[in-house]
């Protein structure tokens, strides 16, 4: 029988927070920025400190050091690294770690490591913090005042499959603290809005069919919200991400990098509604508020301001909300009008075809019981407008004209709903109407400073105005605000800069889209030949007669909406130079 090896080494346990939603949400990216990671800084650490990479799995590693202190160096400058390259990045975006060290027996067995040094490491690990490092009382007794480091202690604990209990020591790197003290919390410190995610409701009733209204009134409540001009509010497309899965108050915290969770529930019986709401510290965990609000179904836009003036009023500080007074915008007496267009909104978001289609048949059920429902009208624009744009519709001139006229039709019975005004914005952009749209888009930002669709929008509409660097902090500011944005987002962020003429953040911005199109293809081409580098700008312009056989800068040009002449021209100046055709 061939006697096993043992040995004693210093063990590192490394595991990537958040893996299965980063994955759900963007499965190319989130892969192609963990390589990323793995090459430039992970493994290059490793090796620096003399380490062993015995294996990986998707989301996690385990290596082996012959000395506690390079384990502990080696931890210390992947987190400090880390904590770096989110700096940049949308919080619900960051790639990190939690590391687990370990000094104890290993067995080891072609070329792998197993035994209790390995399971307490891989304990550890799960006790420490995103960001964070958890090592043994071991570890600490060895490592002593030799690096760079301190430690926490965190005292004796209970772990899974470990009889004994296990001390542990929280290292605390240099002055960053470790990564989320360094970041968010210095973030959070100097913003001056204070800022909450509503998570979805809960549907109590038991009835799936009642998923619509629970989902819609949960985004008509963010909309209350987001008039709050003093509150940043994490828009409904990030928040819903988290629908269906249990969540931890402080993960959401430092997913979003925000201050305060809202939760609830809501149930529907016959024509009473109970709707139970709590606002949350995300930092401490604790209940700051709740309510339970037992009424009629039809005082449900009551519950709506009572619960948001609660919420605010509560929060640190005076929030003052100027113009906010439901008074002024025009709800519907009629409930299944209502509760048709909450189910059309959900069924908008979902982005196909045939939601698409049913979205239009439940808003037309909505503005058959009340003619007069502003909100539906909009809505019916809005939808109307997404089968146009994804060209979901056979008469594209027919269907454009039922854009407007429903937008047109929402105005003039609501002057006070922003996305009636975000929707005639667009509209009139279209047609290249400058001062119209600005108009709107002023009035959709005013009674809706939150909704990230009017914030990319205004810096869209910005930067056709040539006023490119302030639309690109606008557009930075929708992405804040939804850390979950559609990826056309980034196409809005490459074209700012292109008019800014800022070429290499062009092709950063352009470089996050995962299928490019015809049109990022030009603008990668023209920012490429703008910068002298003839040979990839040519590759793009392939690209762009590939796609359209019968390209012309002319004609494209003709489908943009620049105000000034000097922008057109630089974009034009760039084509030319990729050597599309004129």
């Known amino acids: 029988m061939e ?12 595991d990537m927070v958040g ?9 190319t990216g989130t892969l192609a920025r963990l390589k990323t990671h793995r090459l430039e800084l992970i493994d290059p650490a490793i090796a620096k400190n003399k380490g062993r990479l015995i294996k990986t ?11 506690v202190a390079d384990a ?6 992947i987190q400090r690294r880390m904590a770096r390259r989110n700096a940049d990045v949308s919080p619900a975006r960051w790639i990190e770690f939690r590391i687990g060290i370990n000094l104890g027996d290993v067995i080891v067995d072609d070329g792998d490591i197993f035994g209790d040094g390995v399971n307490v490491a891989a304990r550890l690990q799960e006790l420490a913090a995103a960001g964070g490092i958890c090592v043994s009382a071991a570890v600490r007794d060895q490592v002593g005042d030799r690096l760079d480091v301190a430690f926490e202690d965190l005292g004796e604990q209970n772990v899974k499959n470990i009889v004994r209990p296990i001390r542990v020591f929280r ?4 002055s960053e603290r470790l990564p989320r003290s360094g970041g968010a919390e210095q973030k959070r410190s100097a913003a001056t809005k204070p800022s909450l995610v509503v998570l979805p409701f809960v549907n109590m009733s038991g009835d799936p069919e009642q998923e619509f209204f629970a989902d819609g009134l949960t985004e008509d409540i963010i909309t209350e919200l987001s008039r709050f001009r003093d509150l940043l ?9 988290h629908k269906g899965k249990p969540v931890k108050v402080r993960d959401i915290g430092r997913e979003f990098d925000i201050q305060y969770v809202v939760e609830g529930s809501v149930r529907k019986a016959a024509d009473r509604v109970r709707v139970t709401v709590q606002l949350i510290d995300a930092e401490t965990d604790r209940h700051i508020w709740a309510e339970r609000y037992d009424r009629k179904i039809e005082d449900i836009f009551a519950i709506q301001d009572e619960m948001s003036s609660a919420i605010v009023g509560t929060l640190p500080g005076r929030i003052e909300a100027a113009g906010h007074d439901r008074a002024k915008r025009k709800p519907t007496e009629n409930m299944a009008a209502y509760e048709y267009v909450l189910t059309g909104k959900i069924l908008h978001h979902r982005s196909t075809p045939e939601d698409n289609a049913e979205a239009q048949r439940m808003l037309d059920r909505a503005i058959a019981l009340d003619p007069k429902y502003a909100h539906a009208h909009a809505w019916k624009a809005c939808v109307v407008g997404q089968a146009w744009v994804n060209n979901w519709c056979e008469d594209r001139e027919g269907t454009w004209k039922k854009v407007v006229a429903e937008a047109r039709a929402a105005l003039t019975l609501d002057d006070n709903d922003s996305d009636v005004h975000r929707i005639l914005a667009a509209v009139n952009l279209a047609h290249d109407d400058h001062e119209k749209a600005r108009y709107h888009q002023e009035r959709a930002l005013s009674l809706n400073p939150n909704n990230d669709l009017i914030l990319v929008q205004n810096g869209e509409l910005l930067t056709w105005l040539g006023r490119p660097e302030e639309g690109i902090e606008w557009i930075r500011r929708a992405m804040r605000v939804n850390p979950y944005h559609p990826e056309r987002y980034w196409n ?3 074209r700012a800069h292109y008019t800014a003429r800022q070429y290499k953040e062009t092709i950063e911005a352009l470089s996050r889209l995962a299928h490019p199109d015809c049109t990022h293809h030009a603008f990668f081409a023209a920012a490429l030949a703008q910068m002298g580098d003839r040979t990839a700008a040519k590759a793009h312009a392939d690209e762009v007669l590939k796609a359209d056989p019968r390209f012309s800068i002319k004609r494209y040009l003709a489908t943009l909406h620049y105000r000034l002449d000097s922008d057109r021209e630089n974009l034009r100046e760039g084509l030319v130079k990729a050597g599309l055709p004129e």
């Open 171 to 174: 290292v605390l790197v240099d």
């Open 3 to 14: 006697q096993q090896e043992r040995r004693l080494a210093a063990i590192l346990a490394a």
């Open 233 to 241: 509010v994490i828009s409904r497309n990030s928040a819903f991400v």
């Open 492 to 494: 809005h962020l490459g």
């Open 19 to 27: 893996y299965s939603r980063l994955m759900e949400a963007d499965e």
């Open 57 to 67: 799995t998707g989301d996690g590693m385990l290596v082996e050091f012959q000395s």
């Open 72 to 77: 502990v160096e080696c931890a210390a400058e």
